[in-house]
């Protein structure tokens, strides 16, 4: 069970081939909810290597977070921020639950989701431009990939209820215990203090990034479940690229 939920966490994603999982059903979706920021390492490790080479171009700041927003996107085969558009798409159409889903389903983008991706794109993007430009700071912006995929943990903890029967969401929602959720989330707080101490910046800037974070996702899942009834797919990438912009700039 522990090599599939592996699997399904790194092929789910990351755009990194591996071999299918065996199986997939709540026990493994759980393994893979909680694995989710060790595997999200070979995307901290694009981000921090696209980091540094900007800078040993001698591009402008804003220009290497562009682009490791852009590879970081690449690195994800951008299905998180299709969620984030649809969420956003699905959040303006109407208030009945049922028209919103079939609109976040249609898989187009309309003026809600594109201003969404922009927005946030363009946050973490100077974000990451504000972190020092270091190794060090290249080093911090890997971790918070990493600790931004901790959302997932958060999505899918016992007690949330997925927004229909079928999809990802019906899968994946109420896996994760409460308790193994929590020490993730102290796990990755403890990560972005360490990262930022060793950074230069004031230890608690961790800390502080971890509650933003936790903050963010707390309000994206209540209106949620007041709108959808609960979460989807979407949902999901949604929370991890909202996490990640709350993460940077809070560090920034």
Do not use: N
């Amino acid at each position: 069970m522990l090599r599939d939920g592996w699997r399904l966490a790194l092929g789910t994603l990351t755009a990194v081939p591996v071999p299918p999982p065996a199986q997939v059903d709540r026990p493994r979706a759980r393994v893979a909810m909680l694995l989710a920021p060790v595997a999200a390492v070979p995307l901290a490790v694009l981000v921090a290597v696209v980091l540094q080479l900007a800078r040993g171009a001698s591009l402008p700041a804003l220009v290497g977070g562009v682009l490791a927003v852009a590879a970081l996107a690449l690195g994800t085969r951008v299905m998180h921020w299709d969620g984030l558009s649809d969420v956003a798409d699905g959040l303006t159409a109407s208030y009945d639950a049922e028209r919103s889903l079939a609109v976040m389903k249609t898989g187009t983008s309309g003026p809600a989701g594109t201003v969404a991706v922009v927005l946030v794109a363009g946050l973490q993007a100077a974000a990451l431009a504000g972190l020092p430009g270091s190794l060090r700071g290249a080093v911090l912006a890997g971790t918070v990939v990493c600790a931004s995929r901790g959302a997932l943990a958060v999505c899918c903890v016992h007690g949330v209820r997925p927004a229909r029967p079928g999809g990802l969401g019906a899968t994946f929602a109420g896996t994760v215990p409460r308790a193994a959720a929590v020490v993730l989330w102290l796990v990755v707080a403890a990560a972005l203090v360490a990262a930022a101490a060793l950074t230069g910046l004031p230890w608690w800037r961790g800390a502080v990034a971890a509650v933003a974070a936790l903050l963010v996702l707390g309000a994206l899942l209540l209106r949620v479940h007041r709108r959808f009834g609960g979460v989807t797919g979407d949902v999901f990438g949604a929370a991890i690229e909202l996490a990640l912009a709350a993460l940077l700039v809070a560090l920034a």
